[in-house]
């Protein structure tokens, strides 16, 4: 299969930082093809972590001829039902994308093949079901269930969205056959009543390089204009000016040829979009009201962008970045896409062409210095984020089995090959393994994170807080859960990654630390980390963590009965029961592997000697250990037990 040079080259990048050297070109195409779609739907342009497009790629036995499926709720990709019942929670509306996906790594579109994909689509949306399904689709099925239920229903802002993607790698020339399967299927989908419009998009190769070049905003829009005036000169700034244009020449740059926002433009705005705002309700009543108006009680939009040709009332605006005025992008968008008519409004816009670094953060902090509000949805904006992400990289200089980078920033590494996809840290890895491990809650630990930050506001990224717990965290949640994924006798204990990651955070360190002490939790942690970082040590805290959850559960079963059974993963209760057991003894023996570098004799000719063990070095004597041949130990490769006090928080 000959790929579009450009393409493959950036498969083979995928194939990379993904670590998928042994997969069949067919497969890693699907993920590939899974990721890019997504993107293009990812709010703020966010790279898919590795966790999403898991579940996301459902392809393989029982999938109803679909590659991947997905759930946009409220303009978030989603991935398990308690995403969705968070955000519900935190918005209270609802409104609900179904995005399918078959990918072809062939150079034929196949009417055969895309019926099989209809059929399965419309097996998922109805109400009964005769396929059969396997478990990541029966995941979906759950979320879409819980969506479509009579409860969520009053919360809709408009009947769920279907979007069909159809990614074959040659050239779309209209079949008949494949648009009549459409057509019908699309008669099907409006009899069940429950949905509203229907995106069916034919991806072939030329399509799917220009999402690709969207996702990377690597792409060129014309705008019309009512008029154009250039400003000064400015070093480094190759061209600016001032323009006047229609809100409907706007919707070019702002949308793809799916209809979709191009949120990827907004990366570098301080921030997104607000919702229902007084502000943003003030703009659409303009907009419906007095759209004449407009331009006088609107500040704008200010684009950077790496060129801008000028030519008979056109303008050409190469790769294109919004950095103020999101909020009215967004609010004309929605009124666009409810069928409002804004052909009548008029709006200002700021373009300047400059590929300074420099340039561009001064004039994203010059158009945003009025809006600049460090609040929830931005809370990664922050200086405390900004050197949580510089203590991230300097301990990564240190090691060479165990780097991770945060990834504060919208695809901050996509660039960077050397950086795998399961070395990435981002937001929601941060905050939802900090708080189950170090805030002992390991039953919230599974909650989206706007949620959490709703929740843990005063608790969590103060800025006299240290940073390396965060740090400590967040590696050992990377690290657990690249064993769970390798090892198959785990797999139930995915679902309670949360739990386990807090049991082997006291196994190592026992309880005593205090969290808002900085000098304290910073003694804490260094104590924890060689333990962590040493793989054979770490991998025994994870199996002894296995055993000590799986007897809780079931002792906490005998005790409260067969139905508490299915309640472990969010139950506050069972944490507490888990952390009464592990504190029922009162020392811990764990197994460690070190090399011993000195050994003496003390005043009163005992030995004694030293083990180094991932960095640290750890004392002993002859008077705990008389049975050692200590004059041969020196340099010896030894197995040693450290007796932990857990002693309570």
């Known amino acids: 299969m000959q790929l579009q040079p450009i393409i493959k080259a950036k498969m083979m990048r995928f194939r990379n930082i993904h670590e998928l050297d042994s997969a069949k070109d067919s497969l890693v195409f699907e993920y590939y093809s899974n990721e890019t779609i997504l993107s293009n739907h ?4 966010s790279s898919i972590s590795d966790e999403l497009l898991s579940a996301v790629s459902i392809g393989g036995a ?15 990709l989603i991935q398990s039902l308690d995403d969705a019942k968070d955000i519900i929670t935190t918005h209270n509306s609802a409104e609900i994308e179904f995005i399918f996906i078959q990918s072809k790594y062939k150079d034929k579109f196949d009417s055969g093949e895309y019926a099989k994909l209809i059929n399965g689509i419309i097996d998922f949306l ?10 990541k689709i029966k995941n979906w099925l759950s979320i879409k269930e819980y969506l479509t239920g009579n409860e969520i229903m009053l919360l809709w802002n408009t009947n769920p969205v279907i979007r069909l993607y159809y990614v074959v790698m040659g050239t779309w020339n209209s079949s008949p056959h494949i648009e009549a399967i459409s057509n019908k299927f699309k008669d099907d989908i409006t009899a069940l009543n429950m949905y509203g419009d229907i995106f069916i998009n034919y991806i072939d190769t030329e399509r799917f390089k220009k999402i690709c070049d969207d996702n990377d905003n690597q792409f060129s829009s014309v705008i019309n204009v009512i008029d154009t005036f250039s400003l000064t000169a400015v070093t480094n700034v190759d061209n600016s000016s001032i323009i006047l244009c229609t809100a409907t020449e706007l919707m070019k740059l702002l949308i793809t040829d799916d209809g979709i926002l191009r949120k990827g433009l907004f990366n570098d705005n301080v921030r997104d979009y607000q919702g229902d705002t007084t502000i943003n309700q003030d703009i659409y009543n303009t907009i419906k009201t007095d759209p004449e108006s407009f331009v006088l009680m609107n500040n704008g939009v200010t684009i950077i962008c790496s060129e801008i040709i000028p030519g008979n ?3 050409t605006i190469r790769n294109p970045r919004i950095v103020n005025g999101c909020q009215t992008c967004s609010v004309l968008y929605n009124a666009y896409r409810s069928g409002t008519d804004i052909s009548d409004i008029v709006l200002s816009g700021k373009i300047i062409s400059t590929n300074d670094s420099d340039i561009t953060n001064k004039i994203i902090r010059g158009t945003n210095r009025q809006n600049i509000v460090y609040d929830e949805a931005f809370e990664c904006t922050r200086d405390f984020h900004k050197l949580l ?3 991230f990289t300097v ?3 240190n090691q060479s089995n165990n780097k991770i980078y945060y990834e504060r920033r919208s695809k901050q590494f996509y660039n960077n ?9 981002s937001f929601r890895i941060l905050i939802q393994s900090f708080i189950s491990i170090f805030l002992n809650e390991p039953h919230m630990g599974h909650k989206h994170e706007s949620r959490l930050l709703q929740l843990y506001k005063g608790k969590i990224f103060i800025d006299t807080q240290s940073k390396l717990p965060y740090y400590v965290s967040s590696l050992i949640s990377i690290k657990l859960d690249q064993i769970l994924k390798k090892e198959i006798s785990y797999k139930h204990i995915r679902t309670y990654k949360s739990q386990i990651q807090m049991i082997i955070r006291i196994l190592a360190g026992g309880y005593k630390y205090d969290i808002n002490n900085e000098k304290n939790i910073d003694t804490y942690c260094n104590n924890l980390l060689p333990h962590i970082y040493d793989d054979d040590t770490f991998k025994n805290f994870v199996s002894n963590a296995i055993n000590i959850f799986n007897d809780t559960v079931s002792e906490w079963v005998n005790q409260k009965g067969e139905d508490y059974k299915y309640a472990i993963k969010d139950s506050s209760d069972f944490t507490n029961f888990l952390l009464d057991k592990l504190r029922v003894s009162s020392q811990t023996n764990i197994s460690y592997r070190g090399i011993v570098s000195k050994i003496a004799l003390d005043k009163y000719k005992h030995y004694y000697g030293f083990i180094t ?6 004392f002993f004597h002859s008077k705990d250990n008389p049975e050692l041949d200590y004059p041969n130990l020196f340099n010896k490769d030894v197995l040693f037990d450290v007796t932990i006090d857990t002693v309570t928080k």
Not at 42 to 45: D, T, V
Not at 417 to 425: A, D, E, R
Not at 613 to 618: E, P
């Open 42 to 45: 990812q709010p703020n342009g």
């Open 62 to 76: 029982d999938d109803m001829g679909l590659d991947g499926l997905c759930i946009k709720l409220n303009g978030i």
């Open 126 to 135: 109805g109400e009964q079901h005769y396929q059969p399904m396997n478990e």
């Open 313 to 315: 009332r056109k303008v």
């Open 389 to 391: 992400e510089e203590l």
């Open 395 to 397: 301990l990564s200089e």
């Open 417 to 425: 090959t050397s950086i795998k996809s399961y070395q990435k840290v």
């Open 613 to 618: 063990n991932s960095g640290s070095t750890l």
